[in-house]
């Protein structure tokens, strides 16, 4: 079993800044990529930004102001949110595509998600 565990929601103003965390953990073998996800109110669940061994790719909405990260080490996904707007308000969630231990199949995990909130 894999748990993936966030971390550093909360409330902020306009123009501030946030730092997501995202630690997975359980039988893992690797991590080929991982991503975050978020979902305002009323709305359908979208990519922010994600992260291979190779690459990362970002939303346009977001695209120099975030910054995705990941620390292999300590299976952990970042996600530095500057210049935040009050559009980016949602809650956030981290998602990563593990490769189980000991059978070595590739499966989807979700964490619980975390509330961000921009102030006007």
């Known amino acids: 079993q894999v748990q993936l565990v966030e971390s550093g929601g909360g409330l902020v103003q306009a123009g501030g800044s946030l730092r997501l965390s995202c630690a997975a953990s359980g039988s893992i073998f690797s991590i080929p990529g991982m991503a975050w996800y978020r979902q305002a109110p009323g709305k359908q669940r979208e990519l922010v930004a994600s992260?291979?061994?190779?690459?990362?790719n970002y939303a346009d909405s977001v695209k120099g102001r975030f910054t995705i990260s990941r620390d292999n080490a300590k299976n952990t996904v970042y996600l530095q949110m500057n210049s935040l707007k009050p559009e980016d308000t949602a809650v956030y969630y981290c998602?990563?595509?593990?490769?189980?231990?000991?059978?070595?199949?590739?499966?989807?995990?979700w964490g619980q998600g975390t509330q961000v909130t921009v102030s006007s």
């Open positions: 998602t990563a595509n593990v490769v189980v231990a000991p059978t070595r199949i590739g499966k989807d995990y």
């Open positions: 992260i291979t061994t190779s690459r990362t």
